[in-house]
Nanobody, 119 residues
Framework: VQLVESGGGLVQPGGSLRLSCAASGFPFSKYTMSWVRQARGKGLEWVSD????????YYEDDVKGRFAISRDNAKNTLYLQMNSLKTEDTALYYCAIPRPGATNEYDYWGQGTQVTVSA
């Protein structure tokens, strides 16, 4: 299993970024996928889930209405469009395969991509 995130960077408050996660080594189209994040000095925080077909999406309350998760199963790629970014969104963002039946537990995740929101 390999998950490679990209697209992070430095952005001003109110700005936008689009994260990507290239997946390989497993049947991507059969798996629910997650975005999670970890701010410096804090624990892992779930951000969003998308079901295998992309038909259902779920968001943590603080990002609802600002972030949009999507996937392209033909390209084995997961996305996170982040709009109206706030300083509190600053974190290392990971795509991950959630553990079935568990809450905030993940079987695999990538190396992460840093998102810094600052004026």
């Amino acid at each position: 299993v390999q998950l490679v995130e990209s697209g992070g960077g430095l952005v001003q408050p109110g700005g936008s970024l689009r994260l990507s996660c290239a997946a390989s080594g497993f049947p991507f189209s059969k798996y629910t996928m997650s975005w999670v994040r970890q701010a410096r000095g804090k624990g892992l925080e779930w951000v969003s889930d998308i079901t295998s077909s992309g038909g259902s999406t779920y968001y943590e309350d603080d990002v609802k209405g600002r972030f949009a998760i999507s996937r392209d199963n033909a390209k084995n790629t997961l996305y996170l469009q982040m709009n109206s970014l706030k300083t509190e969104d600053t974190a290392l963002y990971y795509c991950a395969i959630p553990r079935p039946g568990a809450t905030n537990e993940y079987d695999y995740w990538g190396q992460g991509t840093q998102v810094t929101v600052s004026a």
